[in-house]
């Protein structure tokens, strides 16, 4: 059994001299090489960095309007030199975009990209993401060519191929403002244009439609006058009525129809003085009123008519010898 023991412990002895010639560490019984070292290493890095990209996309996601730099920092402390790597990458599968902030210009801003827009952005060069972010920039109100031209600092004509380029992969589209028929401006593919580039739903092919208000502010009458006895009706009842009648095909709002509730109202039509229990206006309709005058004309009419001083209740003097206009 000795000889045994010290024949095991003399081939260790002398496996480990071999494996230190050649480079081989020889640890708790177990053989590994540096390529194997290597690799566990490598494992170990892309476990960490597959780690740190998905805190940093929960985060992005968390903040829709973007994440500063400054903050990113802040987060993973010591883990950053790490994070600058999923960053790039992200950056390269068009999945991250980056802008300066509007009140801090030097600070950085990173926003997450969706997996749909990527796609649509993978190609696409330095130039033409500025562009992309340019118009982005602008929301739903939109940027005409010149202010891209402006901030950009890239020519007309070669904008004009990224425009195309650009429409083409229905990244954006060409919108135009009822204030400036003429002149074009860009916006993001899938925003819808402001009320104040399209005039709302009061416009029809950027005109104002007349005939369209026109029949509406007829059938807000009809409401009115044969709907709760005449005793008045909300606006929530119009609107429920124009949806159960199906008079338009545009959908609007309290606050639209209440525009042309108010045009009937400024016109005498209608009025809105009652409330009901809610506290909701009840909309009637007008009443004619005559204010009786108590001015006599006939007190005033003497032969001297035209020769006397006149003195009105309202304080107006009339002298002797002016205008008298007045009818019989």
Partial sequence: MKRSRVGVASTSSNARKKAKSVGIKI???????PSTATAKSAASTATTTTSIRK?????????KSGISNKELKQRFANEYQSLAHVINDLLQESRLSMSKGTIDKNEL???LVSKDVAQKLQGLDLEEQLVLQTIEKSGNMGIWTKDIRVQTGLQQQTLNKMFKH????QLIKPVKSVTAKTKKLYMMYDLEPSKELTGGVWYSGLEFDHEFISELRT????????????????????????TQAKITRVELKLDDLKQVVQTLVYDYRLDGNAYNDNGDVLYTMARRVTIPCNFKWWELASPDFHFRTMEFEDGVVLSPHEPHHHSS
């Fill in 166 to 169: 650009l429409e083409q992969r």
């Fill in 55 to 63: 805190r940093f996309i929960a985060l992005l996601e968390e903040h």
């Fill in 109 to 111: 801003y990173y926003t």
């Fill in 219 to 242: 059938f807000i009458m009809v409401c009115v006058r044969r709907m709760n006895d005449g005793k008045g009706v909300t606006l929530s009842d119009i609107k429920s009525k124009m």
């Fill in 27 to 33: 640890q708790a019984g177990r053989v590994s090489s």
